[in-house]
Every structure is written in C-alpha cells, then in structure tokens.
C-alpha cells in the first residue's frame, strides 16, 4: 500500500458525459501527478500539481482539468468524453516538486460507452 | 526530448530461470531511471531506482538493475524467477523536470 489513494476505483459512463477522479497524496506529500494508462498510447503524463499550482504539463487534453485542492487532494476532471478516453487514471504523489520517486495510488479504471 | 524504450513487450521464463528485461533509453541530461512493477488489477510500485552514484541497484524482490551510460541502458535482471514475479515491468525516465516518461512495458510469463 502506497499510502495514496484514489476514488472511484471504476467508473462507467457514456460519451458526453463529464466525471471527476479523486486523489488524496500520501500524508505530507505536496505534490501530485496525474497519468493515464491505456493500450495504445501506454502510460503518459498529464500533468503535476505542487501545493495547490500547476507545475507541469504534458499530453492533457483541453478537455481535462486538475486542480489540487488547500487540503492537497487533487481532482481531474474529464468532460465531453469519448470513447478514446477510456483507460486506467494513475495518481502518485511525491513529497516535494523535484522528487526521486513517486508513489502511485491504484487507479481509476474508465469505461467509456 | 527524452524516451524509454524496452525491448520486446513479452518474455517467458521458466521457474527459476534468468529473467533479463531490457531498457534502453535517450536523454540529453543525466537521467533518473527507475523501474516499476504493475501486478494485475493494481497500481505501480516501484521496484529499483538509480539516481547517482553506484551504478548497480539493488531493489526489492531479488531484483537489481545496472545503469550503463555507453550503452545508454538499464536493464533489469533477476538471478531466479519466481511464480509471484508475473507482472508487467516498466522502466522509466526522469530528466528535464518532474515527469516520468515510462517504456511500453514488459509483460513476464512465467511457466512452472
């Protein structure tokens, strides 16, 4: 057990449709990091948030959103699904902005239909 | 730019066989480079990582991997495998900021 959590752990929706992932870092983390993981693009980096700014960004569609919040969880936002968007959403946290290692929470599995 | 790329996307081993997973990678600065495992159903946990210093790493499970930087490697091996190490592996980079850029990843068969 990484210590991060995440919630829910499936999600199952329609195109169209909006949903929202949660993630609580390990205790005394200030830094989080979204990822997708899925079977044709494999696991890629979204973007990082360090105490409550965005830090960093990489292949995030506009239709995505993050924010992290004054308690240090964070929360992604997917809207106007499609079916591509369907994938395994990965938290980690790390306890400052240039960390060595990040630990990884569970995931959310998305099903888009 | 930097990227991770691992040779072949599934390997078999016998129980107590060699297991060699290999990853080689690009980057224009000194890179961090890690492996994680990633058991079904479950999120990735790390296994190893090489930061400076010693380039031998010794991880958790009988794994160790070498960074070699001629060779622009770091591969994973494990002397004997075990049932328990079927899993997917990847291997991954951190340089220029604080993103990991992961391989496409391993999936390990092992056969009684």
């Known amino acids: 057990d990484s210590g991060v959590t995440q919630t829910p752990k499936h999600l199952i929706t329609a195109t169209g449709q909006r949903v929202t992932l949660r993630c609580s870092p390990r205790?005394?983390?200030?830094?989080v990091y979204w990822y997708q993981q899925s079977l044709d693009q494999g696991l890629q980096f979204l973007i990082q948030?360090?105490?409550?700014?965005?830090?960093a960004k990489g292949n995030i569609l506009e239709r995505f959103s993050a924010q992290q919040f004054p308690d240090l969880h964070s929360e992604l936002n997917l809207s106007s699904l499609e079916l591509g968007d369907s994938a395994l959403y990965f938290c980690?946290?790390?306890?400052?902005?240039?960390?060595?290692?990040?630990?990884f929470g569970p995931g959310t599995r998305l099903t888009v239909t | 730019a930097q990227s991770v790329t691992q040779l072949g996307s599934h390997v078999s081993v016998s129980e107590g066989a060699l297991v060699l997973l290999r990853c080689n990678y690009s980057?224009?600065?000194?890179?961090?480079l890690f492996w994680y495992v990633q058991y079904p159903n479950q999120g990735l946990q790390l296994l190893l990582k090489?930061?400076?210093?010693?380039?031998l790493v010794k991880g958790i499970n009988g794994f160790e991997a070498e960074f070699k930087k001629s060779e622009t490697s770091f591969h994973l091996t494990k002397p004997s495998a075990h049932m328990s190490d079927a899993a997917e592996y990847f291997c991954?980079?951190?340089?220029?900021?604080?993103?990991?850029?992961f391989g496409g990843g391993t999936r390990v068969l092992v056969k009684p």
């Open positions: 980690a946290s790390s306890p400052f902005m240039d960390s060595y290692e990040q630990y």
């Open positions: 205790s005394g983390d200030l830094s």
């Open positions: 948030y360090y105490n409550g700014e965005e830090r």
């Open positions: 980057s224009s600065v000194p890179p961090y």
């Open positions: 090489y930061t400076t210093g010693a380039t």
């Open positions: 991954a980079l951190k340089a220029a900021g604080n993103k990991l850029t």
